[in-house]
């Protein structure tokens, strides 16, 4: 029990960390008059504290993120969706970087986020075709990757109609976590262009099972890689994010 003990008592020094400060983020206004801005600031920062609270994801997904910070040196959280103000952990081994790629996230190039989708989870982001197909989302590929992901011990049908009305019904055999869409969300900065002097970030998901063609893809989506996934490192090993170790190596004599 020595390494479980040393595990612990280093995670719980990092989750005191989190849960003793006053408010677990501050929200501050700026619409010109100070005495208004400070009030306006303390009330949306003490109600969005609150909604943080009361989340169930919010606390548990900040002990998985910790968990895999301390034993592996990262632990990423990640934004699924842009309307969602919750991040949810990744496992330190579904995020992906170049050998080469720094310990500073601002320096990244490129990354690979692997995720796994039931039938339902997938199909959430497509409901509303002439939506999803604005924002990036090639409706065609996604229905066809929900159609050809199979479980061995169920039998699902075969057309795009039958599937969808078994989603809109709730049927569980299309949220049975067995039944999983593999995919990778390719994330990669882009050459600066016009105003912008340092250059956006591009998303593109691919079905890892299927050739299904890209299933979404966004050009210039995002600002920074802050906007997309904070991956909460245990130090800067030697500058590059390779170099990061957690204590899992110290424990291994154990």
């Known amino acids: 029990g020595q390494a479980l003990s040393f595990l612990q008592t280093s995670f719980t020094a990092y989750y005191d960390l989190f849960a003793e400060v006053p408010t677990y983020a501050t929200v501050t206004c700026r619409s010109g008059n100070p005495e208004q801005d400070a009030e306006w600031s303390k009330i949306i920062t003490d109600q969005f504290f609150e909604l943080q609270k009361k989340n169930p994801c919010f606390d548990y997904g900040v002990q998985l993120s910790q968990h895999d ?3 592996y040196g990262s632990g990423p ?9 919750v991040s949810y952990p990744k496992k330190h081994s579904r995020v992906l970087l170049d050998n080469n790629e720094p310990s500073d996230i601002t320096r990244w190039t490129k990354c690979v986020i692997r995720e796994e989708f039931t039938p339902a989870e997938l199909y959430a982001y497509i409901s509303n075709p002439e939506v999803a197909a604005k924002r990036g ?8 990757a929900i159609l050809m992901s199979k479980d061995e011990y169920a039998r699902y049908p075969e057309d795009w109609e039958s599937a969808q009305q078994q989603l809109r019904n709730n ?6 976590p067995d039944r999983t869409i593999s995919v990778a969300r390719l994330l990669f900065k882009e050459f600066p262009k016009g105003s912008d002097k340092v250059g956006k970030i591009s998303e593109q998901w691919v079905d890892l099972n299927h050739e299904t063609g890209f299933l ?3 050009t210039r989506k ?15 090993g030697d500058g590059t994010y390779h170099s990061i170790k957690g ?3 110290r424990m291994y004599s154990y």
């Open 247 to 249: 204590i899992g190596v």
């Open 222 to 236: 995002y600002d920074s890689w802050k906007q997309i996934i904070s991956p909460f490192m245990l130090d800067r």
């Open 216 to 218: 979404f893809k966004q």
């Open 77 to 85: 959280h990640v934004f699924e969706r842009d309307d969602d103000w």
């Open 69 to 71: 910070m301390v034993l």
């Open 171 to 176: 049927d569980l055999e299309f949220t049975n």
């Open 137 to 144: 989302w090639d409706v065609v590929a996604v229905r066809k």
